[in-house]
């Protein structure tokens, strides 16, 4: 029997696919490269904003004809979009060809739910919220067997607190839990042993691992995980800004193996807003932030989330946040036009934003930042940094790519070199969004 997995969202829906693909192969399932030779399809879903719902919807009805074809099928979903209210209605009415909806809580059960369908040809609609044993974050991650690359991602924690007023999240991921410790080390040592150097934590608000375990915090996770054998390379996502403790500065700044790239979603630059948006920072506090991060890490970069046309903003609201921007002097800013999210506080408040003026707002934010990350990648020319190799480089044939400490992209000229090696390189140039660089041999 043979599965495909088709992952939309974040990296945590990617690294839950490898789990669920390791779930199933254990279970006697085959990784299959195609639609149509698949026995199971199962597509992980995504429901932060609504453009990923629309295309993702697109997508699953697209598998009607398919399932018209082949009805043996099963055509499973799982993943965020499953656990919003309303999901079982929709399935049930609008994608009929859905045999399997498995909610974020019961994604362990993946095998046996495929199993009792193939038996039986009934559907299973399972999206209660629970905390047992069928969590992914309380098994151990069994990876798939030809899983062996030299970069993974971990997800460290599941769920989230924090209820910003615009996000959907903690509605469908649930309360905040911290996987056990001694799991995630050990899947590290696992994953060392294949030949991976670089692993990735991952979790909606990685600073807050350990507060629902005994004496654990994220900066003893990342002092554990820097002592395994093999690991070369510690990154994280994502960082609350409210929750980045002077002890895990500390701790970055003194691990060599910890990047010195720092994450951290400030979301607006407007303090107006971002009580709104239930952030629990002001604008001012944010950038004392960087300023500490600056100090301890020199050579770091810094990344961030904004959003525009959040209810109520004002253009004198957003002039502060092209103001901070201007500021801050970020090393780069992912943008995004607030979405209405039902059910979130933000849904309801007064005066939505016309799309026309958060359009004009996400142009003008990109036309002040891209310059000020084209600054921060030219301060990094001439400097000498050792280069982690993804291989060849998707846009230009005659090139390859890899990534810096810091996390920034460098296209060289095409090398004997192997994806996972590590080589010394001299940056020579920079654009906006990556660098130019040439190998030094040493
Ligand atoms: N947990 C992370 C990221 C969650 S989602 C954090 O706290 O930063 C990734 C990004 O999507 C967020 O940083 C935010 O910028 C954006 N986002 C979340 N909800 C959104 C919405 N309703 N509309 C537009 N962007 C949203
Ligand atoms: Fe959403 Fe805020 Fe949680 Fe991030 S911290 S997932 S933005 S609620
Ligand atoms: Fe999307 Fe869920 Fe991630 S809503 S961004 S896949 S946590």
């Not at 500390?250 to 009580?275: M, N, T, W, Y």
């Not at 100090?295 to 103001?323: N, Y």
Request: include cysteine.
């Amino acid at each position: 029997m043979k599965y495909l997995i088709e992952t939309f969202g974040c990296q945590m829906n990617e690294c839950d696919s490898l789990v669920l693909a390791g779930i199933l192969e254990q279970n006697g399932w085959q990784k299959s490269g195609n639609l149509d030779e698949a026995d199971l399809v199962l597509i992980n879903t995504c429901c932060v904003r609504q453009s990923a719902e629309n295309r993702i919807l697109g997508h699953i009805g697209s598998l009607k004809r398919l399932k018209k074809f082949k009805p043996q099928m099963i055509i499973a979903v799982c993943g965020c979009l499953t656990q919003k209210e309303g999901a079982e209605e929709l399935f049930r009415t609008k994608y009929c060809h859905v045999d399997l909806l498995l909610g974020t809580f019961s994604q362990g059960l993946i095998a046996e739910y495929a199993e009792q369908i193939r038996q039986s040809r009934q559907k299973i609609f399972d999206t209660e919220e629970r905390y047992d044993d069928n969590d992914l974050c309380r098994l151990y991650h069994s990876l798939p067997s030809n899983l062996s690359s030299y970069k993974a991602q971990i997800s460290i924690i599941y769920g989230c607190n924090n209820f910003c007023s615009y996000c959907i999240v903690p509605y469908v991921r649930g309360k905040e839990r911290s996987r056990e410790p001694q799991l995630i080390i050990d899947e590290i040592k696992q994953l060392a042993q294949r030949g991976c150097v670089e692993i990735e934590l991952l979790g909606q608000n990685v600073n807050s691992y350990g507060h629902d375990l005994n004496g654990w915090s994220f900066a003893k996770l990342l002092k554990e995980v820097a002592k395994i054998d093999g690991i070369e390379r510690i990154r994280y996502m994502t960082s609350h800004p409210r929750d980045f403790t002077d002890e895990l500065l500390e701790v970055i700044a003194a691990e060599k193996k910890i990047c010195k790239h720092f994450h951290l979603p400030v979301q607006s630059g407007c303090d107006r807003i971002l009580k709104l948006m239930n952030r629990g920072y002001t604008a001012e506090k944010y950038l004392l932030l960087l300023d500490d991060i600056r100090k301890a890490s020199p050579k770091c970069a810094i990344t961030s989330d904004l959003i525009v046309g959040f209810p109520g903003e004002s253009e004198r609201d957003f002039q502060a946040t092209l103001d901070f921007l201007q500021t801050a002097k970020l090393d780069a800013a992912y943008t995004f036009l607030y979405s209405v999210r039902t059910g979130t506080p933000a849904a309801i408040m007064a005066d939505q934003v016309e799309e026309s003026t958060k359009k004009a707002r996400l142009n003008r934010l990109m036309e002040l930042q891209n310059p000020l990350s084209l600054a921060a990648n030219q301060n990094m020319v001439g400097n000498i940094e050792l280069i982690l190799i993804d291989g060849p480089s998707k846009n230009n044939p005659d090139f390859f790519c890899g990534r810096t400490d810091n996390n920034k992209l460098v296209n060289f000229p095409k090398t004997n070199f192997q994806a996972g090696q590590f080589a010394t390189m001299q940056i020579c140039d920079a654009k906006t969004w990556n660098l130019l660089a040439k190998p030094i041999n040493s």
